[in-house]
Nanobody
Framework: QVQLDESGGGLVQAGDSLRLSCAAS????????MGWFRQAPGKEREIVAR????????YYADSVKCRFTISRDNAKNTVYLQMNRLKPEDTAVYYC???????????????WGQGTQVTVSS
């Protein structure tokens, strides 16, 4: 089973940038489609971005399109979320998720990290 460990969260000001990392262990990441999700206080968890195992296909929620970039380095077993021009409404716990190839289309990710807090002050 793959284990996921997110890092890179923190407290920033509006307009700043952060890069989240999701390091995988236990399995080779190239076998997995990956996603970044977030959950703000009092709100449901929502998809932020996802990427196929090859890195060739990506999806972004409308709220982050053109500001966030998902990428992966399978050689390093790591997935990234580059977040630019952060807004206070981006404040949430960000989770990394993994699923077998094809999960990009099904949306059901069985493996989750513990999350990393991102707080954006105005």
């Amino acid at each position: 089973q793959v284990q996921l460990d997110e890092s890179g969260g923190g407290l920033v000001q509006a307009g700043d940038s952060l890069r989240l990392s999701c390091a995988a262990s236990g399995r080779t990441l190239s076998n997995y489609d990956m996603g970044w999700f977030r959950q703000a206080p009092g709100k449901e968890r929502e998809i932020v971005a996802r990427i196929t195992w090859s890195g060739l296909t990506t999806y972004y929620a409308d709220s982050v399109k053109c500001r966030f970039t998902i990428s992966r380095d399978n050689a390093k077993n790591t997935v990234y979320l580059q977040m630019n021009r952060l807004k206070p409404e981006d404040t949430a716990v960000y989770y990394c998720a993994a699923g077998p190839r094809g999960t990009y289309y099904s949306g059901t990710y069985p493996h989750w990290g513990q999350g990393t807090q991102v707080t954006v002050s105005s």
